[in-house]
């Protein structure tokens, strides 16, 4: 066990109280043990990867802290063309992607440069520039509060969505499955070192490609760094503009009658909808009559961009209120940053603001992509 901390030293955001235990399990049975034991005592440990996805209050955390801190990448065998990964959830997210790169192959290229470890990748279903997590994940190592050994569970059943998963906190709330993330398994593709076809206009563009070419993965990865730390969505120690949590909200998702309301020139991309499940009735329970059958289809969904709806609700780039340290990044209208000594409630006020903001210009409310411990929004 090491000293006491406080969350601001373990966050990219920079915010955040003490901490009045922290604890580093560096392999995988030390971290089983120290989540066992901190659950048997009735508590609740707050799991850290990279810190990258947390806005904390400034009272800090009268807990236990668990930063995952145990690496290993194993190669499994794979069909001809594919590659099979197993990786501890310890490991830099960016570290993974740079190794599958180096090697040639493909599947998560476009998640380059995204912060934070690869326990917490899943928890969210990381995705950037027409890549997601989902698309790649096989299955997730998981440590069950109410399990007695570890288990691999299918990735199909993490309900994995857009930013969104079983085992996330949303807001304050608690996760809808109490897990802890040891261990990731991924299915690539060895294409003789091609990326997956383009499918992002915004990539496509920067490389000069026509959508679905494929190219050289390290081709891939150097122009999504560069998109990235345009955005300074690259942390940089030198500038304070970086110091946040990425995209601090996520792309609404609305319907496409409610999205007709908005002006015709915001930004809107289809999203699929929800088809009613299947009907299923047991053998032994047919007595020679179907059910009516459900004829009413998901409705119509698109996603809208939040950066445009923060930008034409009138908060733009570099904006801060009176007095406060917290500002809107220079680069991003996504980014909230912490320009110097910022505290967690202003990273809060401004968050607020901002939702107040494009609520009553557009009707929309939109929701934090971090999570929030000790504080609600």
Same mark, same amino acid.
């Given at each position: 066990?090491? @000293?006491?901390?406080?969350?601001?030293?373990?966050?990219?955001? @920079?915010?955040?109280?003490?901490? /009045?235990?922290?604890?580093?399990?560096?392999? %995988?049975?030390?971290?089983?043990?120290?989540?066992?034991?901190?659950?048997?005592?009735?508590?609740?440990?707050?799991? !850290?990867?990279?810190?990258?996805?947390?806005? /904390?209050?400034?009272?800090?955390? $009268?807990?236990?802290?668990?930063?995952? @801190?145990?690496?290993?990448?194993?190669?499994?065998?794979?069909?001809?063309?594919?590659?099979?990964?197993?990786?501890?959830?310890?490991?830099?997210? $960016? &570290? =993974?992607v740079a190794h599958t790169?180096?090697?040639?192959?493909?599947?998560?290229?476009?998640?380059?440069?995204?912060?934070?470890?690869?326990?917490?990748?899943?928890?969210?279903?990381?995705?950037?520039?027409?890549?997601?997590? *989902? /698309?790649?994940?096989?299955?997730?190592?998981?440590?069950?509060?109410?399990?007695?050994?570890?288990?691999?569970?299918?990735?199909?059943?993490?309900?994995?969505?857009?930013?969104?998963?079983?085992?996330?906190?949303?807001? #304050?709330?608690?996760?809808?499955?109490?897990?802890?993330?040891? #261990?990731?398994?991924?299915?690539?593709?060895?294409?003789?070192?091609?990326?997956?076809?383009?499918?992002?206009?915004?990539?496509?563009? @920067?490389?000069?490609?026509?959508?679905?070419?494929?190219?050289?993965?390290?081709?891939?990865?150097?122009?999504?760094?560069? !998109? %990235?730390? #345009?955005?300074?969505?690259?942390?940089?120690?030198?500038? %304070? $503009?970086?110091?946040?949590?990425?995209?601090?909200?996520?792309?609404?998702?609305?319907?496409?009658?409610?999205?007709?309301?908005?002006?015709?020139?915001?930004?809107?991309?289809? &999203?699929?909808?929800?088809?009613?499940?299947?009907?299923v009735i047991a053998l032994?329970?047919?007595?020679?009559?179907?059910?009516p059958l459900a004829t009413?289809?998901?409705?119509?969904?698109?996603? =809208?961009?939040?950066?445009?709806?923060?930008?034409?609700?009138?908060?733009?780039? #570099?904006?801060? =209120?009176?007095?406060?340290?917290? *500002?809107?990044?220079?680069?991003?209208?996504?980014?909230?940053?912490?320009?110097?000594?910022?505290?967690?409630?202003?990273?809060?006020?401004?968050?607020?603001?901002?939702?107040?903001?494009?609520?009553?210009?557009?009707?929309? %409310?939109?929701?934090? &992509?971090?999570?929030?411990?000790?504080?609600?929004?």
């Amino acid at each position: 066990m090491s @000293a006491p901390a406080t969350l601001a030293q373990l966050t990219t955001l @920079a915010v955040g109280g003490p901490i /009045a235990e922290l604890v580093e399990p560096t392999t %995988r049975e030390d971290l089983i043990n120290t989540v066992r034991a901190v659950w048997s005592a009735g508590e609740e440990p707050l799991i !850290l990867g990279g810190g990258s996805n947390l806005l /904390a209050s400034d009272d800090g955390y $009268d807990g236990v802290v668990i930063r995952v @801190a145990h690496h290993g990448l194993e190669q499994l065998p794979a069909a001809p063309g594919r590659v099979r990964l197993r990786v501890a959830g310890g490991v830099p997210w $960016d &570290e =993974l992607v740079a190794h599958t790169v180096d090697r040639g192959w493909s599947g998560i290229e476009g998640l380059s440069g995204i912060p934070g470890s690869v326990g917490a990748s899943p928890i969210q279903n990381i995705g950037a520039y027409g890549q997601e997590l *989902a /698309a790649s994940l096989i299955a997730v190592e998981l440590l069950d509060r109410y399990a007695e050994e570890p288990e691999w569970v299918p990735a199909a059943d993490l309900r994995l969505g857009y930013r969104t998963s079983t085992l996330k906190r949303h807001g #304050g709330l608690p996760a809808e499955r109490e897990a802890v993330v040891l #261990g990731i398994e991924l299915d690539l593709a060895d294409n003789a070192g091609l990326s997956a076809p383009l499918n992002f206009p915004q990539l496509s563009s @920067a490389l000069g490609a026509e959508p679905g070419s494929q190219l050289p993965v390290r081709q891939i990865r150097d122009a999504v760094l560069a !998109l %990235r730390a #345009g955005k300074g969505m690259v942390l940089d120690p030198a500038d %304070r $503009d970086t110091f946040s949590a990425g995209s601090f909200f996520t792309n609404p998702i609305v319907t496409a009658a409610f999205a007709r309301t908005l002006p015709a020139e915001a930004p809107r991309w289809p &999203e699929p909808g929800v088809e009613p499940e299947p009907t299923v009735i047991a053998l032994d329970h047919y007595v020679g009559e179907l059910p009516p059958l459900a004829t009413t289809r998901a409705p119509e969904l698109v996603k =809208l961009s939040a950066a445009w709806l923060i930008e034409h609700a009138g908060v733009g780039r #570099g904006f801060r =209120l009176p007095g406060s340290n917290a *500002a809107i990044s220079g680069k991003h209208t996504l980014a909230l940053t912490n320009t110097g000594h910022a505290t967690a409630r202003e990273i809060a006020s401004l968050a607020l603001y901002v939702q107040s903001m494009v609520e009553n210009e557009f009707g929309v %409310r939109l929701m934090p &992509e971090p999570v929030l411990v000790g504080l609600e929004l």
